[in-house]
T-cell receptor
Framework: DAKTTQPNSMESNEEEPVHLPCNHS???????IHWYRQLPSQGPEYVIH???SNVNNRMASLAIAEDRKSSTLILHRATLRDAAVYYC??????????FGKGTRLSVIA | GAVVSQHPSWVICKSGTSVKIECRSL??????MFWYRQFPKQSLMLMAT?????????EQGVEKDKFLINHASLTLSTLTVTSAHPEDSSFYIC??????????????FGPGTRLTVL
């Protein structure tokens, strides 16, 4: 299994930035880093992915360490709708996504 | 983005009956589909991988005779829980992936099916 390490839970105030860390020290050079999130009683939702360079999209930014052994998902302004479990996953292109325990993000109004 | 649907969204059945869950890719062809199971307060656990027209590959500890997977077309996969028992009550989530020239192939997830076995 591709193992990642994330904090069990984090808390943020609404409209403030949130930095969700992930360690993936066993990542190989061809593995992608993915972030998904899951709201209660829903399927996972794609957030962002990257390989080596930092990435930005409308939902978030992904900062990847130079050695690729860690990454940080950045939500620039947390809203109540961002409260979810965030999963950091790495895999090669053709293997299925294997989920760890993720980080439960709480957003306080 | 691509859409994956599941039907039904929830089902309640009696112990000993069989339940079929459908997973459809609505606007793309899914050469590979995955089935996950999620118990309360836990993460998703991969059950099996199926490629269209081939037998499914089950993860260790998942009974293939109990969880029958059929992936007969590029847009439909079904999971049948045979002789369901209360311990099979869970949230079942399917995921679909296309293959193509791009090296990165995103997995798209369905909304999940909640199964309750009485």
């Amino acid at each position: 299994d591709a193992k990642t390490t994330q904090p069990n839970s984090m808390e943020s105030n609404e409209e403030e930035p949130v930095h969700l860390p992930c360690n993936h020290s066993t990542i190989s050079g061809t593995d992608y880093i993915h972030w998904y999130r899951q709201l209660p009683s829903q399927g996972p939702e794609y957030v962002i992915h990257g390989l080596t360079s930092n990435v930005n999209n409308r939902m978030a930014s992904l900062a990847i360490a130079e050695d690729r052994k860690s990454s940080t998902l950045i939500l620039h302004r947390a809203t109540l709708r961002d409260a979810a479990v965030y999963y950091c996953i790495f895999n090669s292109g053709n293997t299925p996504l294997v989920f760890g325990k993720g980080t439960r993000l709480s957003v306080i109004a | 983005g691509a859409v994956v649907s599941q039907h039904p969204s929830w089902v309640i059945c009696k112990s000993g009956t069989s339940v079929k869950i459908e997973c459809r890719s609505l606007d793309f062809q899914a050469t590979t589909m995955f089935w996950y199971r999620q118990f309360p307060k836990q993460s998703l656990m991969l059950m099996a991988t199926s490629n269209e027209g081939s037998k499914a590959t089950y993860e260790q500890g998942v009974e293939k005779d109990k969880f029958l997977i059929n992936h007969a077309s590029l847009t439909l996969s079904t999971l049948t829980v045979t002789s369901a028992h209360p311990e099979d009550s869970s949230f079942y989530i399917c995921s679909a992936r296309t293959s193509g020239s791009l090296r990165y192939n995103e997995q798209f997830f369905g909304p999940g099916t909640r199964l309750t076995v009485l």
